[in-house]
Antibody, heavy 120, light 109 residues
C-alpha cells in the first residue's frame, strides 16, 4: 500500500515560486507514475503533471510553461515547482501515484492534500 | 484540448439508482476512470478502465462507456454515497495530457 504525504512552506507571494514535496512510502519508486493534481477552493480537480523514474514527464498544456516535476529516488520523494504564481494558483495540491504499464493509468493512491495560498 | 462534461448535480433517493454521465468526443475509444471525493478528503478511485472496481469498492458501483458518453452507476444508493464524482481520461492528442471532468455533486435526498 503506497502512502503519500505532501509538504510545503506555507503561503506564497505573487510572482514567486511555489515549491512542494511529496514523501513516498510503501511502494517501489520504479513502479508508478508520480503525479500532481490541484483543486482551487470550491472548484474541480485539475491535472498538473507527472514524472516517471526513467525521467519521462508530462504536463498539462495550461501549466507546462510554469511547472516542473522532479523525482529524487534516493529520498523516495518527488517535488513540484510552479513559477510566477498568481492568486489563481491558490488551491489544495495533491500528490498521487498512478500504477500501470502504459498511459491512461488510474490514480490509485492520493496524499491528503495541502492548501497553498498565494497572497501578498 | 479535450473536454469532459458532467452534470453539475444529481439528486437521488436512498435505495434508488444514480447515474452520472461524462460526455466527450468519441470517449468510447478512451479508458475512463472515476473518482469519489467527500468534503475535506482526497479523491478515491471507484472505477477504472471503464468498468473495473478496485478492491474495497462496493459492487453497487459500476461503469460503462460507449460512443460519446461514459456513465457511472450507483445502485441502491446510501447516504454515505453523497459526494462529488469526477471522470478522467488520457487525451492522446497533439499535446497529450490527463483531463478531469467538470464534476458532479450527488445528493441523497
Amino acid at each position: 500500500q503506497v502512502k503519500l504525504q505532501e509538504a510545503g512552506p506555507g503561503p506564497v507571494k505573487p510572482s514567486e515560486t511555489l515549491s512542494l514535496t511529496c514523501d513516498v512510502s510503501g511502494g517501489p519508486i520504479r513502479s508508478y507514475y508520480w503525479v500532481w493534481v490541484r483543486q482551487p477552493p470550491g472548484k474541480g480537480l485539475e491535472y498538473i503533471g507527472y514524472v516517471f523514474y526513467s525521467g519521462s514527464s508530462n504536463y498539462s498544456p495550461a501549466l507546462k510553461s510554469r511547472a516542473t516535476i522532479s523525482l529524487d529516488m534516493s529520498k523516495s520523494q518527488f517535488s513540484l515547482k510552479l513559477r510566477s504564481v498568481t492568486t489563481a494558483d491558490t488551491a489544495v495540491y495533491y500528490c498521487a501515484a498512478a500504477g500501470c504499464s502504459g498511459l491512461s493509468c488510474p490514480f490509485d493512491y492520493w496524499g491528503q492534500g495541502t492548501l497553498v495560498t498565494v497572497s501578498s | 484540448s479535450y473536454v469532459l462534461t458532467q452534470p453539475p448535480s444529481v439528486s437521488v433517493a436512498p435505495g434508488k439508482t444514480a447515474r452520472i454521465t461524462c460526455g466527450g468526443d468519441k470517449i468510447g475509444s478512451k479508458s475512463v476512470h472515476w473518482y469519489q471525493q467527500k468534503p475535506g478528503q482526497a479523491p478515491v478511485l471507484v472505477i477504472y478502465y471503464d468498468t473495473d472496481r478496485p478492491s474495497g469498492i462496493p459492487e453497487r458501483f459500476s461503469g460503462s462507456n460507449s460512443g460519446d458518453t461514459a456513465t457511472l452507476t450507483i445502485s441502491r444508493v446510501e447516504a454515505g454515497d453523497e459526494a462529488d464524482y469526477y471522470c478522467q481520461v488520457w487525451d492522446s492528442s497533439s499535446d497529450p495530457s490527463y483531463v478531469f471532468g467538470t464534476g458532479t455533486k450527488v445528493t441523497v435526498v
